[in-house]
């Protein structure tokens, strides 16, 4: 059993005068499903049907309209459970996910792309995004008073080998010849910023989110120089790091 969603039927902006038109038929297709008929059209023309959905899949109602046969479809998207309590339940980091993905031109060449920060604030409530000039990397916002939690993008996949021209800094990647190998999941620098910013670092990329806690980083410095200090993520953070897929099998997406 899933959440009830309602479905509803409209003309021109409205429900016209009885005779000129009605519905004949609500039809649910699950993804991986065969079509299967809903809601059997009573009253009101059968313009409403609600009933619950617990995978993706498309709506297709059928009605005649002065005589003639139409038909229009409603795609649905079920929202994955990932079981983080943030990730369920709050609406402002799922936003920030979204935004992050939105503009990083994923649909762009890879050169072309962009990482994107998103900070949520609790006092005030906003977000606050910055976008990189960089499909590699992307800085921390210098204002962290009231955060919540943090998030970024990866928008090249695992594997990929670009000019370490268009990447100037990714750390934890393999350099080649001038060139930089991407890895998978979040890099030194991403646990680095999530203990800098005190809060939880959710990283998105095409496929996962990847969760960094604040609290699984440690720190550890070497002195380079009298008074001068290099700090890096203590080895170990890796372990702690959640993976959640964006999909599930009953075509849940998130976020």
């Not at 899949?57 to 002065?66: E, F």
Request: aromatic share 10%; glycine share 10%; net charge positive.
């Amino acid at each position: 059993m899933g959440s009830y969603v309602t479905f509803t039927a409209t003309v021109g902006g409205g429900i016209p005068p009885r005779g000129y038109w009605g519905v004949t038929q609500w039809r649910w297709t699950p993804l991986n499903g065969s079509p299967e008929p809903k809601c059997t059209p009573v009253g009101d023309y059968g313009a409403v049907c609600y009933f619950p959905l617990s995978a993706s899949g498309v709506m297709t109602v059928t009605a005649n309209v002065n005589g003639m046969v139409k038909t229009a479809t409603a795609p649905v998207a079920i929202l994955c459970v990932m079981g983080d309590s943030l990730l369920d339940n709050n609406r402002n980091l799922r936003a920030a996910l979204r935004l992050d993905m939105d503009s990083s031109r994923m649909d762009q060449w890879r050169e072309t792309r962009r990482e994107v920060r998103t900070t949520v604030h609790l006092v005030p409530p906003f977000l606050r995004t910055t976008v990189s000039n960089s499909p590699c990397y992307v800085g921390g916002n210098r204002d962290t008073r009231n955060l919540s939690v943090s998030t970024h993008s990866h928008v090249l996949a695992p594997g990929t080998i670009i000019s370490r021209i268009y990447c100037q800094r990714y750390d934890g990647d393999s350099v080649i010849f001038g060139q930089v190998q991407v890895v998978r999941g979040p890099s030194y620098a991403d646990a680095f910023g999530a203990y800098l910013n005190g809060v939880p670092e959710y990283v998105i990329d095409s496929v996962n989110i990847y969760r960094i806690r604040n609290t699984d980083v440690q720190i550890d410095s070497v002195a380079t120089a009298p008074g001068v200090y290099v700090y890096f993520a203590r080895s170990g953070w890796q372990d702690s790091v959640r993976t959640y897929p964006r999909s599930g099998p009953n075509g849940c997406r998130y976020p």
